[in-house]
């Protein structure tokens, strides 16, 4: 059901020994090309015909009612409801505080450089709807947007042909939650070509976010530069670095947990003890044969991208997942919380058994818009941060730029760029007296 791969003994970088994913997002940039041009040049017309051919749905319209977003709401399940209401509650705590404020730094009597926090105008916010139904993506996406003080946001979201060609219900439900009426019935490539482009229903947005498919990710690599993007996601991942005190049944419920989302999502079990692996394929078969979505959660733990990875210990087990870089890291070790603080590279990361992903995935107040596929060495998830644009300010006296004017001058020289020096004399009156700069000195 689950490969295994042997580090044991081995040196060097593990990157390319690893179990990863196959998203190739260049060889799908052909197919979203086209799509995007003619949204591009068609708009609204383009959109009614994409969705038919892609989703089997006739849309009179790509915007969402805002009656149809409100009795969404009515309708939803209390218990559903009472969730997203925690989880909003429990993402605002965390995201209010990742807020930055202005600051102002005096460089010289006279000379301020200020730097100054300032939403984008407008954002896309793209919520998947495939295999599964992504509410929670609503909040992950919606609430940091907010909270940096985003004035304009867009949701989209795939239409459901089993619900009538209409969003989801709990798609829409959350979004009325947390105040969004501008939501748009439109999924893949297309849905970001309409963000990019606008139509004569959608203003352009600045800035895209949001998981997608591998189709949605190439779009987003196509677009980039008209718009912003957050990043080019791939399938979901989790790696569980574990000890032999960890749990082998809590240990599979998790990697069959990111399983579900789709075939290609990655589960990987790094650990030193052979007894727990072999304990956690003993569960893995237990546990696999019960759940609901069994069919996919096998492929993907039998895929190339799912594997046990045997090494000699915690030092060995941290180089590997660091390597890795994982969009959830789980770490079910003694001391998990000291391991924890050595790890370099992950999306998030889960300190000990009480801390499972799915607590992330909803309610833990933390974002589950992650960088997957390695992207966590170099990157991070959503967060206030990814809506926010520092400005710097510039504000120099007269006295303040004579102070430092002759290193400019000299600096523009030494680059071959005089007229930059020129920029700098053309301040100063040399033939008024007391002038606090001579010509000799510039």
């Given amino acids: 059901m689950i490969s295994r791969i042997d580090l044991r003994g081995a040196t060097g970088d593990p990157r390319d020994l690893l179990p990863r994913a196959e ?14 041009e003619d949204v591009r040049h068609r708009g609204v017309a383009a959109l009614v015909e994409l969705t038919e051919r892609f989703d089997g749905v006739r849309l009179e319209r790509t915007r969402v009612p805002e009656a149809e977003i409100t009795a969404a709401l009515e309708t939803l399940d209390p218990k559903v409801r009472a969730a997203l209401e925690e989880s909003i509650r429990r993402a605002r705590l965390v995201h209010r505080e990742q807020r930055r404020t202005d600051h102002t730094t005096q460089v010289v009597p006279g000379g301020t450089v200020s730097e100054r926090w300032v939403p984008v105008d407008r954002v896309g916010l793209y919520v998947p709807g495939g295999l599964a139904v992504y509410p929670s993506s609503v909040v992950m996406n919606v ?27 709990a798609i829409l439900a959350a979004c009325a939650l947390l105040g969004v009426s501008e939501v748009y019935a439109v999924g893949g490539a297309q849905a970001i070509a309409m963000f990019a482009y606008g139509t004569a229903e959608c203003a ?7 998981p997608g498919n591998i189709y949605v990710a190439a779009a987003k690599r196509l677009l980039k530069g008209r718009i912003g993007i957050d990043a080019e996601a791939g399938p979901t991942e989790i790696a569980i670095l574990a000890d032999d005190s960890a749990v082998p049944a809590e240990v599979a419920a998790d990697l069959i947990s990111q399983a579900e989302h789709d075939p290609m999502a990655a589960s990987v079990l790094v650990t030193d003890s052979l007894t727990l692996a072999d304990a956690v394929e003993v569960e893995l078969e237990s546990q696999v044969a019960k759940t609901k979505h069994r069919e996919r959660v096998g492929q993907a733990l039998a895929g190339r991208q799912s594997g046990i990875v045997l090494v000699d210990g915690l030092e060995q087990g941290l180089a590997v997942v660091n390597a890795y870089a994982a969009e959830h890291l789980e770490i079910q070790t003694r001391d998990a919380a000291a391991v924890a603080a050595r790890v370099r590279n992950a999306g998030a990361i889960f300190v000990g058994r009480y801390a499972p992903v ?19 060495c170099h990157s991070s998830g959503l967060s206030v941060q990814s809506f926010l644009r520092g400005i710097h300010v510039i504000d120099y006296s007269r006295e303040a730029l004579a102070e430092i004017a002759e290193h400019v001058v000299n600096l523009a020289n030494a680059e071959d760029l005089p007229g930059h020096g020129d920029a700098i004399r053309a301040r100063f009156d040399w033939t008024v007296p007391g002038s606090p700069v001579t010509e000799e000195q510039v």
Avoid: M, W
């Fill in 143 to 169: 609430v940091p947007a907010q909270e940096a003080g985003v004035p304009g946001i867009a949701v989209t979201s795939p239409p459901q042909k089993d619900f009538g060609g209409r969003v989801h219900p």
């Fill in 358 to 376: 799915s607590l992330g995935d909803y309610a833990a107040g933390s974002n589950h818009v992650l960088p997957t596929g390695g992207c966590a």
């Fill in 204 to 210: 352009p947005v600045n800035l895209v976010t949001g």
């Fill in 23 to 36: 998203f190739d997002v260049e060889a799908a940039l052909e197919k979203v090309r086209p799509i995007c």
